[in-house]
């Protein structure tokens, strides 16, 4: 399977502490995108990090990737109750998006 | 203005039947996607069409079939509905590089069905 994998699989923290989220996959990519999903809804893009980066930010959300390692990681830093939902990592190849199997992260007021 | 919106948000029916899901995009990507999510929420890609032309059809039972009248709509069509197919079913749509990289894609409420 090319199907990466999040770790932890679950995560609840409290409100103003961060949140780091993992992400390992299998294949060589062009690029690895991080996703929420909100209960119940469609998933909405975050980031997207290209194999010739190592670190993004984007407000309060900040991707590392190691291609050496094929691993990334989410952080979220200051989390708000709002930031409570599920996030997937695709890898992104020349086809189509793979996505892991996500990581549910609790926020707790 | 929505981007990707899919109809019907929820399908309750009886096996055996064949419904069909809508998909309509105003983002003008020339790439649309079918994603099937169960419930443990793994996400799987069914089908991609570029350009009303399949590109990509990931070993899903043929009672499945896509319809892309044009670039802006997908439909997904399934024959002899069966109890594991209750999921919720994705829309995206997502436009390639020229160098044939996948950029961000943006998806659809879902289409949550439920098979009885």
């Known amino acids: 399977s090319q199907q990466g994998e999040e770790d932890p699989q679950a995560l609840s923290i409290q409100e103003g502490e961060n949140a780091t989220m993992n992400c390992s996959y299998k294949t060589s990519i062009n690029n690895l995108q991080w996703y929420r999903q909100n209960s119940g809804r469609g998933l909405v893009h975050l980031i997207l990090?290209?194999?010739?980066?190592r670190e993004k930010h984007s407000g309060r959300l900040r991707v590392t990737l190691d291609t050496s390692k094929k691993s990334s990681s989410l952080l979220i830093t200051a989390s708000r109750a709002a930031d409570t939902a599920s996030y997937f990592c695709?890898?992104?190849?020349?086809?189509?998006?793979?996505f892991g199997k996500g990581t549910k992260l609790t926020v707790n007021p | 203005d929505t981007a990707v919106s899919q109809t019907p948000k929820y399908l309750v029916t009886q096996m055996g039947n064949d419904k069909s899901i809508k998909c309509e995009q105003n983002l003008g990507h020339d790439t649309m996607y079918w994603y099937k999510q169960d419930s443990k929420k793994f996400l799987k890609i069914m089908f991609s069409?570029?350009?009303?032309?399949?590109?990509i059809n990931e070993t899903v039972p043929n009672r499945f079939s896509p319809k892309s009248p044009d670039k802006a709509h997908l439909n997904l069509h399934i024959n002899s509905l069966e109890l594991g197919d209750s999921a919720v079913y994705f829309c995206a749509s997502s436009q390639i590089t020229g160098e044939g990289e996948q950029e961000t894609q943006y998806f659809g409420p879902g289409t949550r069905l439920l098979v009885l």
């Open positions: 695709a890898q992104g190849g020349s086809e189509k998006l793979v």
């Open positions: 069409y570029n350009n009303k032309e399949l590109i």
């Open positions: 990090i290209r194999s010739n980066e």
